[in-house]
């Protein structure tokens, strides 16, 4: 693989070292000495070795927790495209008791020698064709029918396929005949969206290298910068391939300059295609053949397995996605759990095509699936290391766990659905551990949860699964971010046993005078736009208390910012502005950067004198002034007028920082009221009367449950 | 029942044609406790009438009313009753005419009980021309026959009537539609038919809603000499703008020539609507209006404010942002100034939006508020009766079928257009005996509160109760030794204020001690 040399290219490294240092808390002055140096990054992934799970300062792409899918495909579409046999499997729920081993003929694998053998993914920015090159490339290895229709055949979800996006990642072993010789070629699809990185990084821990998609029209946008560096520090080779050649804007030599200008990947190595009507696709198949190193393992050496993601599937327990860096492991062997020291005995390996299919045993350099009877996805820890009964292994170094970013609360629409969807909840994150969940209630809202996201698209898309698979609705409530104290009573220190402490909910916010100091997580933001528009985003991002790290041109009229953002600046609306803004045309992306002091202050909000608890939030000091207002606005247009005045107030303890009134009914009386109109008044009567007992009262101010969800919902539409 | 009234009509030959009905002998003994008399007799199973598809049988209904006709043999032909019918008119027009009604309407009138007493409503559904703010059920015919509307009014009068067992009909609501466009001769005939089918006294009240340009003066006198005794003309604005904005055919002017028409023929008893809070309207220019009409007009007053309604002109025009949103805030202050005005002319407000001087209340509006029975008659006409003569035992919501067409074909084929029938539970209507009698200036007396729930006093319901007890506190409630009522400022805000009250008496409803069931 080619990396970009340090000296030669100033511009872009200049970039990369301050994305990094910034990333490591690392301060340095920028410019091409300091990189070789500084890089710790760099220094652990130069070990060399191929299967490196690298990056200790970056929650997302180390946070690799399980997002598994397959067991979870309930309200799918039914017409699935691709006749394979796992996908018959699938619509015929009757034959999902049987092993598939029993119905299959069984590959042998030992006829792909680890020269033989390519583990790459693809990586894209959103809607740049990745789906689409990989039902190419999944037609063309004769994996699914090319007569058919398919269309993004990879991403399985309904959410996936209604926002044409790829939120979990699936495994496909292609194989294909080159040269006279057959080749395994595993592609790992993996989601686009930064949300989901944790996922294209446990993917890129499987691989040696990417396919870097980038759109012929858009060029290079802030998911593609994000995705190149994670498959750059993973050590990966990167074929950059333009795709939409076809389309009528289409100017892949720009983007082939764009290419060269920010990764320093010169311009012929760029592969021209269009997925779309299949022009030199397979030109793609030969480069992963020629361009990308063989996995460097050892069949000779004991069993060494990485768990890299997992499923659950209700007849069979958990499937784990497995890549072997040694040894072999079929059918009756008794492997061990690294993490656990708990024995199993294969029942079932295979390799995914896409979907499941049986072999006699899997060799070091493939990715495949094994089943162990393993009842529970988290006996299947993502990152931990299977080896042979008797013969233990160093463990591969693993992965740490998702951490969530961005919290919300959760709460049936209807308290009697509670049940329900705390069942819903329970089987979505068996299958998506990065959701955290803990109970909470609200005196509005009833009984609920706060749980934690790696993202708000995550949110959104945890949100709709549970709508389109599990037919819940629910109310959520704006995201906040996990707010950390210091703290400096030392009564409050024994009483949490540590010194710093995370808030996640605003009712625990310590008062400040028990602590040192406040901090908020913060991140470091990508932002590429044509350069029309940058000055209205440098103000945007200066609204937002965002600090510039960045600025340079991708090329003549493109230019990508950098700027370390406060989470929560960015968590409910900034992408819809920065994409109001520029008409569409900016992108935006983000990395964790830790955390950062700030004055936090807690906002309360009084309904006549008495405070609201559920709407007491924390907010930067700066922003409480708006952020109060808002709020009160928001109540005053969903609060029904009474028969008194009600005063909404915004409060930083005991000052008032902003003020609504709701005035009261003069008439509320209904004009007319004859003989035929008297069952329609008696029935708005009667829903108003229901309507009354499911009140909040706050003093003596009645609150429907409505003018909170529109308070504390994250609005959607602005 | 058909057997006894022919017996009692060949037996009993009258003088006049409204008085001339006699009461039809009472065959349940009477308590003789007047309106006393419960709804409801206790210990009958609560369950609609027999006909479980909401259509009953019907005897010849017709030969029943000839039968009735006094001094005739039962198959005497209508052509011969012309004459007796006009004088019939004129004189109980007169007699209607002078009779004035007590300051406190609605209080003990005659010893029928309430379940054989009942005001009757037709609808007339036809209009000229749809006004943009109106979504009541009404049509823009190209022709009308009339005669088969006609006869269709009177079969579904005398089947209703025949089915609530009612004896005593204590007024007649012609409204619309626009019924000042039926022909005098369509109203001659229902009332022709009440009055032949139970008691209909001279003094009954009988109204009719006319529109300013139906109704000329000779078409007036017509309506007076068929029984019509008290006219309520759909004024609406005395700006000419307005009433374009409003989609009325008639001007200020005609409306105003009207009304001087109207004061001739029906002294005394002739009310107006006003709209308030239009679109664009402002307070010291509607106040203009109200004061010039207060100049003008007879002894009664309706202020209506604008409600927009879904599906009319007016709603969409609002939506689309070609006409300003009405503001509630001018509209609460045109109604606070205009009951001002009104009380210092000498009105009484003595419903939410009706107002009457030298006593000149709508009795027949007064029995919706104090929730007495009433048959509707006519496309989607509303009712609430007791089906008695069906041996029903529960107050029934009825609503007719809406499209006249289809209407007319039911009454036709079943002799009514019966469309739906709803049992009204003890406490659905409680509900509706607190949430209509509070729209009134009396509000609920505890006398009135007995007749429907002899229990439950409304001392026991109201006075632990906390909200209830802010809304005394606030003064926008009164309960006191007369009854439970809104005091001046609560009437304008009585929707906020129903809410508690009804889920206090739910409340309450549901930790009573069950009554034992008499009779079972």
Known sequence: ?718 | MRKDGRAAAVSAPVPSRWRCGPEPSRRRSDTGRGHAAPFLPPGRPTRPGSAHTGRFALGSSRSRVLARAPGRPATAGGTALRGVQARGWVKAGKMAQRRRLAEDAGGPRGPTPGSQRAALYVHWPYCEKRCSYCNFNKYIPRGVDEAAMRRCLVTEAQTLLQLSGVRRVESVFFGGGTPSLASPHTVAAVLEAVAQATHLPADSEVTLEANPTSAPSSRLAAFRAAGVNRLSIGLQSLDDTELQLLGRTHSASEALQMLAEARRHFPGRVSVDLMLGLPAQHVGPWLGQLRKLLRLCDDHVSLYQLSLERGTALFTQVQQGALPAPDPELAAEMYQEGRAVLREAGFRQYEVSNFARNGALSTHNWTYWQCGQYLGVGPGAHGRFIPQGAGGHTREARIQTLEPDSWMKEVTLFGHGTRRRVPLGELALLEEVLAMGLRTDVGITHQHWQQFEPQLTLWDLFVADKEVQELLEQGLLLLDHRGLRCSWEGLAVLDSMLPTLLSRLQEAWQQRTPSPVPGG
Request: aromatic letters at 8%; glycine letters at 6%.
């Open chain 1, 1 to 718: 693989m080619r990396r970009p040399d340090v000296s030669e290219s100033p511009s872009v490294l200049g970039v990369l070292s301050r994305s990094l240092r910034g990333r490591l808390g690392g301060n340095g002055g920028g410019g091409d000495g300091a990189v070789a140096s500084l890089d710790p990054l760099l220094t652990i992934l130069s070990r060399g070795e191929m299967w490196t799970l690298a990056g200790q300062g970056c929650w997302r792409r180390c946070a690799l927790a399980a997002w598994a899918t397959r067991a979870v495909r309930r309200g799918l579409p039914a017409p699935r495209p691709a006749p394979t046999r796992g996908a018959a499997a699938e619509s015929k729920p009757p034959d999902r008791s049987y092993s598939s081993a029993d119905r299959k003929e069984k590959i042998d694998m030992s006829r792909f020698p680890v020269e033989n053998t390519r583990n790459f993914s693809i990586i894209a920015h959103v809607d740049h064709g990745k789906s689409t090159l990989a039902d190419r490339l999944l037609e063309l290895t004769g994996a699914i029918d090319k007569t058919k229709n398919n269309k993004q055949v990879l991403d399985k979800l309904q959410v996936e396929r209604e926002r044409g996006i790829t939120v979990k990642a699936q495994t496909a072993s292609l194989f294909y005949d080159y040269e006279g010789k057959q080749y395994l070629l595993n592609l790992i699809d993996t989601p686009g969206h930064v949300d989901f990185s944790y996922e294209v990084s446990r993917s890129l821990s499987a691989c040696q290298g990417v396919l870097l998609v980038v759109d012929a029209n858009e060029g290079i946008q802030a998911q593609t910068v994000a995705n190149f560096f994670l498959a750059f520090e993973a050590q990966l080779s990167v074929i950059p391939v333009i795709n939409k050649i076809d389309l009528k804007n289409a100017d892949p030599e720009r983007v082939e300059k764009q290419i060269e200008k920010v990764f320093d990947i010169p311009s012929d190595e760029c592969i021209k295609i269009s997925a779309k009507l299949g022009t030199n696709v397979e030109s793609v198949l030969q480069a992963v053949i020629k361009r990308i190193p063989p996995p460097k393992v050892h069949r000779k050496n004991p069993l060494r397995a990485l768990v890299f993601d997992s499923t659950f599937d209700q007849y069979r327990g958990v499937i784990a996605n497995v890549a072997l860096f040694d040894g072999v492991v079929s059918k009756g062997d008794k492997i061990v759990s690294a993490h656990t020291q708990k024995t199993y005995e294969v029942n079932e390996v295979g390799v995914l095509n896409p979907n499941e299919q049986p072999t006699h045993k899997l060799y070091a350099g493939q990715v495949g699936y094994l089943i162990a009877g393993m009842k529970d996805v988290t006996e299947a820890q993502i990152g931990d290391t299977l080896y042979l009964h008797k013969q233990p292994v160093e463990p591969l170094p693993g992965f740490k766990s998702a951490k969530p970013m961005v919290f919300a609360g959760m709460y049936p629409i209807d308290q009697s659905e509670y049940n329900n969807l705390k069942s819903a909840i329970e089987k979505l994150t068996l299958n998506d551990s990065s959701v955290t969940v803990h109970r909470d209630s609200s005196l509005a809202l009833g009984a609920g949860w706060r749980l934690g996201f790696l993202g708000l698209l995550h949110m959104e898309v945890f949100n709709q699964r549970l709508e389109q698979e599990y037919n819940a609705s629910v109310i959520l409530t704006t995201p906040t971010v996990p707010y950390k104290a210091v703290l400096s009573s030392a009564k409050l220190i024994k009483e949490y046993r540590e010194k710093e402490i995370t808030i996640i909910n605003p009712a625990q916010f310590p008062d400040k005078s028990k602590v040192t100091e406040y901090l908020e997580p913060i991140v470091l933001g990508t932002i590429i736009t044509p350069d029309e528009y940058t000055g209205k985003i440098m103000m945007l991002c200066q609204a937002r208390r965002a600090v510039q790290k960045n600025m340079m041109y991708v090329d003549q009229n493109r230019i990508m910012l950098k700027y370390l953002f406060p989470l929560n600046e960015i968590v409910v609306d900034f992408y819809d502005s920065l994409k109001s803004l520029s008409s569409g045309y900016a992108s935006f992306d983000y990395e964790d950067a830790g955390y950062q002091t700030a004055e936090l202050v807690k906002m309360d909000i009084l309904l006549n004198g008495n405070i609201v608890e559920e709407l007491v939030t924390v907010v930067h000091k700066d922003k409480a002034y708006s952020a109060g207002k808002a709020i009160c606005e928001r109540l005053k247009d969903s609060l029904p007028r009474q028969l008194f005045e009600i005063a909404i107030q915004a409060a930083l303890g005991s000052k008032i920082i902003a003020r609504e009134t709701v005035k009261a009914y003069r008439k509320n009386v209904l004009a007319k009221c004859y003989g035929g109109d008297i069952t329609r008044k008696m029935k708005l009567l009667k829903r108003q009367t229901e309507g009354k007992k499911k009140l909040r009262k706050v003093g003596n101010v009645e609150v429907p449950k409505d003018a909170f969800i529109k308070v504390l919902k994250t609005q959607s539409d602005k």
